[in-house]
């Protein structure tokens, strides 16, 4: 950790221990301690770590070839983009190497399809958002998402972006007009607190986006490749954007993301419009190309569905008990458990008393706990897990009651 300090940006303020080692959804650290991951690296290793059929993929890809660029295509990066499109609504996939590059991309594409089909006269150029989204880190991006703590301080920032409240039809309804291009939306808020959004929201939006013109985005970098039950959660929705983002679990570990959509949308990305460097690198292809292989399985999904209601029980059976949370919500493996009045603002200090109890968590902002763990993960892991997670949280509980005390009788 001096090390981290002396030589990295202090952009990241990592836990002290230090990663060496991992499988399935196991991890140790430098001093040999092992670790329960119900992170998945924030929703990433969907597959659980050191995937043998991955390494093996991996492997025999490095052998053969590592990059060529977008002078050429290859045969991996083929074979991705017609799983995808077998897979889906899409016919045409647009690749880069994150969450935030295939948001771009979409952002990008949607304001180049209104100016190729109704000339920059027609003013269509705005992209409504909603609040407390998170769409990446990019001016573009960070601009989009609702979220203002990642954008300030950074302007001027492009204009024509509108952001309404989540899950408010009326006010999406009033926001959605000839003037818009585009509608970008998570299906289920991550870095927002984890909150899904209602069927019927969603589909006010695609009516609406329909009826103006505009392009429906679905961001579905934390929700894709099976994280809610399906292999995308706008299957579970029964509601088909115009484009689709994805990244994380689609490369299980190995940087990648996507951009999908119709030929006839992504035909406006015509040569020159865009690009990337390392989009649709043949290591990332081949790799994203088995994890859609491994994920997109019923028993893969089905586990999912079945994992997920026994995290809920555990997390409903241990607020029996502790009284921690006042909401527990989410899809599939992305949950959120917000804590109760009393422990609002404490989601990393809950974070950090897990880690010493061996417990790898997440938070989605200051008052929200975020579980996202391997969509494989053994059920005797999650079962192990828990139990620690409420040590840790008995352990708060006593230190809580401690320092009251001290302070009543001071």
Known sequence: MATFNSVTAPDYAPAQMIPVRARGSRVWDEQGREYIDLTSGIAVTALGHAHPQLIATLTRQAEQLWHASNVYTNLPVLKLATRLTEATFADSVFFANSGAEANEAALKLARRVAYDRF?????????????????GHTLFTVSVGGQPKYSEGFGPLPPDISHVPFNDIDAALREIDAQTCAV??????????????????????RSACS???ALLIFDEVQTGIGRTGTLFAYMGHDVTPDVLTTAKALGNGFPIGALLTTSEIGKHLSAGTHGSTYGGNPLAAA????????????????????????????????NSRTGMFRELRGMGLLIGAELSDSYRGRSREIMSTALDEGVMLLNAGPDVLRFAPALNIPYECLDEAFIRFEAALNKLNRDKATSSATVAAQ
């Open 119 to 135: 000339g920059l006269d027609s003013k269509k150029t705005r992209i409504v958002s909603f609040g407390r989204s998170f769409h």
């Open 184 to 205: 970008i939306v998570e299906p289920v808020q991550g870095e927002g607190g984890i909150i899904p959004a209602t069927r019927e929201f969603l589909e006010h939006l």
């Open 211 to 213: 009826k103006h013109e």
């Open 287 to 318: 790799v994203a190309d088995r994890v859609v292989e491994l994920v997109n399985t019923p028993h893969i999904l089905e586990g999912v569905r079945d994992r997920s209601n026994s995290v809920f029980a555990s997390l409903r059976s241990i």
